[in-house]
């Protein structure tokens, strides 16, 4: 049997860490967990947490990080650069649906958050805003949908997803909800967006 080495060790510990922290944060909210919750879902001494993350803001900025890394692989997976404007928007959805313990966490709290970490997290949204926006542009050089900014576009599409996600309670006892609601929550946006009749 291969013995692990000290640093592949700490890769894992590390890892450990920012996965049991994402995981308490969805469940209790990142406000209410502490670092010393984190160490002991992961069993190892709160110094140890310490070691790897000198700041509890050094740990909630990794945990941000990991989510943005893996809403842009997954997004990227379930993607090409083609993709028509429903589809990428389903795919959104999606990918969401996957972390939407912890997005309904991280929406909720973003304004409690350090700049710095609010600043990944917008980031994150500038990001996505860029690729849906090519794809919407098309469409709206078409003609089929109403001409908007960037700005608009994304804003609105974002409040409806961010509004049922923060109250999904109303919608459904089933969790996630957005895989729950993620037709409706599409055929609504496309209602708003669509090019009226003359």
Request: glycine share 4%; proline share 2%; hydrophobic share 40%.
């Amino acid at each position: 049997m291969d013995k692990i080495t000290r640093k592949e060790q700490k890769e894992k510990t590390r890892a450990g860490l920012v996965i049991q922290a994402e995981v308490l944060f969805a469940r209790h909210g990142i406000s209410s967990t502490t670092t010393a919750d984190i160490a002991k879902a992961l069993k190892v001494s709160h110094g140890t947490l310490f070691v790897h993350f000198p700041t509890r803001d050094d740990l909630i900025k990794a945990v941000v990080d990991e989510f943005g890394e893996k809403l842009s692989a997954a997004l990227g997976d379930r993607c090409s650069e083609d993709l028509k404007l429903k589809e990428l928007l389903k795919a959104h959805i999606s990918v969401l649906a996957e972390f939407e313990d912890f997005y309904l966490r991280l929406i909720s709290e973003s304004q409690s958050l350090p700049p710095h970490i609010r600043s990944i997290f917008y980031a994150i949204n500038a990001s996505l805003s860029y690729r849906f926006y090519r794809a919407a542009k098309a469409d709206m050089d078409k003609g089929a949908i109403k001409k908007m900014t960037q700005i608009q576009f994304f804003n609105t599409w974002m409040s409806l997803v961010q509004y049922h996600v923060m109250n999904r309670d109303l919608f459904s006892e089933k969790t996630p909800i957005l895989n729950e609601i993620g037709d409706e929550l599409l055929k609504q946006f496309f209602y708003l967006i669509k090019r009226s009749e003359k």
